[in-house]
């Protein structure tokens, strides 16, 4: 077999071989629609918010009654004795025993307050303290906002009008992709 007879050969299995497969064409392509209208989709969330504020609180709070405290007498022994000492050089005769008297009397009393910080067993702390604490209260409040979730866009295409929803607005030219398909 030589070249022309197996070129010949070759061609006439390529055009049997096509009668047999019918011939692919571009049925899908890109084009252009023109935009009637955009409509927003809108819908209402709930966006539950918490508000917090500080409000102050006040209680009273109750001591127990305190013990009787423990007293000393060394104060009242030393204050008595500087007392009478002092008091004893004053005046002459009998007015010096008294004013010894008195100043013992007067320097054991001053000398146990003294050391006792004033405390002469009749006080009790019964009074009530009153404290301020802060609490937070906090409440959840609805919040309700629009949000845009799409757009139903009326586009016509060859005098024919379609709507379609989608998630952005096209503007007034619409990117459709055509695909054509026969019937049988």
């Not at 002459?92 to 054991?108: E, F, K, M």
């Not at 009530?128 to 609490?135: D, I, K, Q, T």
Request: proline share 5%; hydrophobic share 30%.
């Amino acid at each position: 077999m030589t070249f022309t007879k197996f070129s010949m050969a070759a061609s006439l299995l390529a055009f049997s071989a096509s009668a047999l497969v019918p011939a692919a064409q571009a049925a899908d392509f890109d084009d252009y629609a023109r935009v009637i209208s955009v409509t927003p989709q809108v819908e209402q969330v709930n966006v539950p918010r918490q508000e917090c504020r500080t409000e102050y609180e006040t209680s009273q709070r109750n001591y127990p009654r305190q013990q009787q405290a423990e007293r000393s007498n060394g104060g009242a022994l030393i204050g008595g004795l500087a007392g009478g000492l002092l008091g004893s050089q004053v005046g002459g005769g009998n007015g010096r025993i008294a004013a010894a008297a008195v100043g013992a009397v007067t320097g054991a009393i001053v000398g146990d307050r003294v050391e006792n910080n004033g405390n002469n067993g009749n006080h009790y702390n019964d009074q009530p303290s009153y404290e301020s604490r802060p609490v937070r209260q906090c409440r959840n409040i609805d919040s309700w906002e629009s949000r845009t979730n799409g757009y139903a866009v009326t586009y016509e295409y060859h005098n024919r009008t379609y709507t379609s929803v989608m998630p952005y607005n096209p503007g007034s030219r619409l990117r459709i992709h055509v695909s054509l398909t026969p019937r049988p």
